[in-house]
């Protein structure tokens, strides 16, 4: 069951009193994985999956029956500073698309029978300028924590975020600096598709606003150098969390929301796998922070959950062979 949020410490509260994964399903889970017809390892990172999976779920035998792709969208007062390839009206453009059924993440939802949802999360107040200030206030910063709290559906069984926000991947290396440090330049990527310059400045912007709100706390983090939409990820990660719902995380915006999760608490992402590793610069340093591998590595750089959304064929493929295979005993196989 979910509780409510009406305090930023309920949040802090409810993700660090979540409940872990079933233990007696994932020694179940490691037990058929075991006797399944054919050479141990031989299906390689779809055993870990399956097993991972079905820990989450409870059952030795798992399958996915009702995945749910969110997508969540934000505008940011930082493009002010002309750090994205096309324009903040592209926002609210591709939510009138993504709800038309007309964008990628609509073709890959619609192809692993995922149900998808769309919030945009008002577009038409965007976030301060983070060079300036802090993004959003602490009251800005719960409601879009909440909308992604809310929107997950406690009957799903697998959830993608993903995410639509020009300006997004500046605000994604704001974060990667604050909690990581490094240089600015190892977390700065080009985004939808910026020129050596448009980098440079990119670059710039994110060492400015990290020197001017340096927090490495999780949700200040997020208020001070994140974006509704990179919240409202949070929120709906953490309450697959609490409900015990498996996630498939997307590209490096994606990565960035759950990256302040685990910053908050240290079990926070042990109900998440990396759908893909994106083509943005600093994705690949990201989830090596996380602790994650890749299911996927296609050069995506498109967000909007398209990567974890296509990554959810290779968990159903896990779950086919790891619910579906015959034992050794059952099939008659001499085992090994
Ligand atoms: O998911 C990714 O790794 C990813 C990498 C590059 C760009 N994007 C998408 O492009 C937008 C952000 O790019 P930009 O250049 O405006 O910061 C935003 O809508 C993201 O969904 C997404
Ligand atoms: C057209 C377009 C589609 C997107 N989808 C996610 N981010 C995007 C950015 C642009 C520019």
Known sequence: ??????????????????????????????????????????????EEIAIWYGSWRGTARPEVRAPQVIVFAGNHGVTARGVSAFPAEVTVQM????????????QLAQLADARMDVHALELDRPTADFTQGPAMSEEDLLAALR???NAVDPASDVLVVGEMGIGNTTSAAAICHALYGGEPGDWTG???????????????????????????????VLRCL???EIAAMAGAIAAARVLRIPVILDGFICCAAAASLARLHDQALDHAVAGHQSAEGGHQALLARLGKAPLLSLGLRLGEG?????????????????????????????DG
């Open 306 to 334: 398209s990567g974890a959304a296509l990554a959810i064929q290779v968990l159903k493929g896990a779950l086919a062979c790891h619910s579906g295979m015959a034992t050794f005993a059952e099939a008659g196989v001499s």
């Open 147 to 149: 909308t992604g709290w």
């Open 1 to 46: 069951m979910l509780p409510d949020l009406t305090t930023l410490s309920d949040f802090r509260n409810a993700l660090a009193q979540a409940p872990g994964a079933d233990a007696d399903a994932r020694a179940a889970c490691e037990d058929r994985n075991g006797q399944l017809t054919k050479p141990p390892g031989a299906l390689g990172q779809l």
């Open 95 to 106: 939510v009138a698309n993504f709800k038309a059924g007309g964008a990628a993440i609509n």
């Open 226 to 228: 994140g974006g509704r």
């Open 190 to 220: 080009r985004g939808t598709g910026v020129d050596d310059e448009g980098l440079a400045l990119k670059t710039a912007v994110v060492a400015e606003a990290v020197a001017l709100q340096g927090s490495r706390d999780g949700l200040e």
